[in-house]
């Protein structure tokens, strides 16, 4: 069974900062990214940062010079600092891990996710 574990969320001032982690575990596929995510009512899950295993980052613009994704050695614990934060920046965050697998000559991809961490941010 495949886990998926955030930690860090809370409230903060704006212009303050937080640090989100996460730890998968579980799976005996090929993790390929870790990734925040974020949700506010009534809105669509919007992707914030990934991370591969390589070392490559997205960053959605609107955190762009802000958010930092990280990783750890292993590559299975994902850390997103959160800097000069915004109001707007008030969401549930999810974490992401997403696993490959190749069977049948096809490569098969999993997503796992965590149950979210809530973020807000006062003005």
């Known amino acids: 069974q495949v886990h998926v574990e955030e930690s860090g969320g809370g409230l903060v001032q704006a212009g303050g900062s937080l640090r989100l982690s996460c730890t998968t575990s579980?799976?005996?596929?090929?993790?390929?990214?870790m990734a925040w995510y974020r949700q506010t009512p009534g809105k669509q899950r919007e992707l914030v940062a990934q991370?591969?295993?390589?070392?490559?980052?997205t960053y959605a613009d609107s955190v762009k010079g802000r958010f930092t994704i990280s990783s750890d050695r292993a590559k299975t614990t994902a850390y997103l600092q959160m800097n000069s934060l915004k109001s707007e920046d008030t969401a549930v965050y999810y974490c992401?891990?997403?696993?490959?697998?190749?069977?049948?000559?096809?490569?098969?991809?999993?997503?796992?996710w965590g149950q979210g961490t809530q973020v807000i941010v006062s003005s």
């Open positions: 579980g799976s005996r596929r090929t993790l390929n990214s």
């Open positions: 991370i591969t295993v390589g070392g490559i980052t």
């Open positions: 992401n891990s997403r696993y490959s697998e190749f069977t049948g000559g096809r490569v098969f991809e999993y997503d796992y």
